[in-house]
């Protein structure tokens, strides 16, 4: 049975790809809490550097909850990173 915890360990051992599948299927099942899912498959997305696919999810997860102040937190720094990046395209 997959769960969180070995998600967790895929992405830490460097298998992104793999821990990414396993969150992806467990929302597909409703395994886990989708809260949980959500804010792991941002992180491991943002730790690919995949910002896009991370918004998406920490953006979900603060629709579920908008106290999850971990998932806030990626956004904050999404957003910062983003402004910080795109400056130029707003100022030519």
Same mark, same amino acid.
Request: proline share 3%; no cysteine; hydrophobic share 40%.
């Given at each position: 049975m997959m769960n969180i915890e070995e998600a967790k360990q895929l992405a830490k051992n460097g298998q992104r790809d793999e821990a990414i599948a396993m969150l992806l299927q467990m929302l597909e099942n409703g395994a886990g *809490? &989708? *809260? @949980? $899912? !959500? !804010? *792991? !498959?941002g992180a491991v997305y943002y730790a690919k550097g995949d910002t896009t696919q991370a918004l998406n999810?920490? =953006?979900? $997860? $603060? &629709?579920? =909850?908008?106290? =999850? @102040?971990?998932?806030? @937190?990626? !956004?904050?720094?999404? =957003?910062g990173i983003l402004n910080y990046y795109c400056k130029d395209l707003l100022n030519p």
């Open positions: *809490e &989708r *809260e @949980t $899912v !959500l !804010l *792991e !498959l999810h920490f =953006n979900e $997860v $603060v &629709r579920i =909850n908008p106290e =999850n @102040t971990k998932a806030k @937190t990626y !956004l904050d720094m999404i =957003n």
